[in-house]
């Protein structure tokens, strides 16, 4: 099936940040392999099913993220082959990647269960985290599984954003899929959204304090030299969040300024800011 137009817009936006930042170019090029993937999964699974009303409302002011695992009606089949096409890439990209042993797409699909319900990012498991030893000893295939994952949370968040009246939504994790923010957008009217690491999903968060500890001090930041980004560091919990300005940004597409921003996410790092 064809891509929809909303990722075309993004493997463009994708190419032409490659034009210009050669220094990304293996980044951005794997992105786009990845993403071609990705995108064409996504327009071919089905809609997850949509609550009614009560049921969204309820979860909304309870804190509860719309999503669960079985609503997305993963098919095991289906989803063992994209983790093997999801693996072609990952083996093209990175020489010397070994491919794992052959895993049965129902212990794929338990895995992304996994990955799912523990609300950390799809494609990096903490080692403490409560996973099974699969996940841990076989970590090509658990990146492979995120990744295959990733497509049916995007679509998951697409069909059910505009069901929520966001208003209602103050959490600094994501009303979709629960994932926590990796980069937030600063509106020209001071408002500010954050985007979802897990699902692309997009929602409001006040302007200052932190999403991560819900601490209400105001945040330090260290602007790039264009003004057109900040990082910002909770002098609480010392988590960052990478911010772009969009009076500066104004045709930004998310997805993207996420990698374009990877210089920030070493900075922090290395820094431990
Ligand atoms: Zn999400
Ligand atoms: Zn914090």
């Not at 269960?113 to 658990?142: I, M, N």
Request: overall charge negative; some cysteine; proline content about 7%.
């Amino acid at each position: 099936m064809a891509k929809r137009d909303s990722d075309i817009q993004i493997l463009q936006a994708l190419a032409a940040a490659r034009d210009e930042h050669k220094e990304l170019a293996e980044l951005l090029d794997f992105y786009r392999d990845l993403y071609e993937v990705q995108f064409e999964a996504k327009a071919e699974i089905a809609d997850p099913e949509i609550r009614d009303e009560m049921a969204i409302r309820w979860r909304l002011e309870g804190g509860i993220p719309q999503l669960a695992f079985d609503q997305m009606g993963i098919e095991a089949e289906y989803f063992g082959r994209l983790v093997e096409r999801i693996s072609q890439v990952l083996q093209r990209h990175n020489p010397g990647w070994e491919l794992t042993r052959e895993v049965p797409p129902g212990e794929l699909v338990a895995m992304a269960r996994q990955v799912f319900e523990s609300w950390d990012t799809l494609t990096a498991p903490k080692p403490d985290a409560q996973v099974g030893s699969e996940l841990r000893l076989e970590h090509p295939t658990a990146l492979a599984v995120g990744f295959a994952l990733a497509p049916y949370l995007q679509r998951a968040a697409e069909v059910l954003l505009p069901h929520l009246d966001l208003s209602a939504w103050t959490r600094g994790y994501c009303p979709v899929c629960g994932g926590r923010p990796n980069l937030a957008l600063l509106e020209q009217d001071g408002a500010r959204r954050l985007l979802c690491s897990r699902c692309n999903g997009l929602w409001p968060y006040s302007r200052v304090g932190c999403p991560f500890c819900s601490s209400k001090d105001v945040q330090q930041y260290y602007p790039s030299e264009d003004g057109a980004y900040r990082l910002y560091v909770c002098p609480a919990c010392h988590q960052y969040l990478k911010t772009v300005v969009l009076e500066l940004r104004p045709t930004m597409i998310p997805v993207v300024e996420r990698l374009l921003t990877v210089g920030m996410d070493l900075a922090a790092r290395q820094h431990e800011l």
